[in-house]
C-alpha cells in the first residue's frame, strides 16, 4: 500500500516558511520543528519545509528557472484572502478572476514559489474537504 506522508518544500529558511504557510492556513507550525526541517500537519499529510544550501527560486512563469510545484487553495471569498496574504508577504503575480468572482489569483511566496487562491463556483465544503460540482 502507498500513502502520501510528506510534501516537501525546499526553501533558505525553514522556520520564516513554515511560518508564512502556518498563518496562510490557519495551522500551526509542527512542534519539534528547527531550522533543518520545519512541517505542519494536515491529517495524514505533513506540508513540509527543508532547508537547502544555495537556495534557487523559481521565477514563475520564466522557464529557465522553472517551477517545480504549486499549491491551490480554495476560498470563500478572494478579496479578504488576498489582503490577508499580500499582508503577510506574498506577491500578487496574475490575476484570472472573472467578472462573476470566480477563478484563481497567482501569487508567490516569500521565496518565490508559486500558489493559486482559487474561487470555484458550486464548491461545497463538508468535514471531509471540498465537494466539486460534477465530481464523484
Not at 522553472?66 to 471569498?77: A, I
Request: glycine content about 8%.
Amino acid at each position: 500500500m502507498l500513502r502520501l506522508t510528506d510534501f516537501i518544500i525546499d526553501c533558505p529558511d525553514t522556520m520564516k516558511l513554515a511560518a508564512f504557510y502556518s498563518e496562510v492556513t490557519g495551522r500551526p507550525v509542527k512542534e519539534g520543528s528547527t531550522e533543518e526541517w520545519a512541517g505542519i500537519r494536515f491529517g495524514e499529510i505533513e506540508l513540509a519545509f527543508i532547508r537547502v544550501d544555495d537556495y534557487r527560486a523559481p521565477q514563475w512563469p520564466d522557464s529557465e528557472h522553472p517551477k517545480q510545484f504549486h499549491l491551490d487553495f480554495e476560498v470563500d471569498e478572494i478579496e479578504p484572502e488576498q489582503r490577508r496574504v499580500l499582508a503577510l508577504g506574498a506577491t500578487l503575480r496574475q490575476d484570472f478572476i472573472g467578472p462573476e468572482g470566480y477563478g484563481w489569483q497567482v501569487y508567490t511566496d516569500p521565496v518565490g514559489h508559486p500558489f493559486c487562491l482559487c474561487r470555484n463556483k458550486g464548491v461545497v465544503w463538508t468535514e471531509e474537504g471540498p465537494t466539486w460540482p460534477g465530481r464523484p
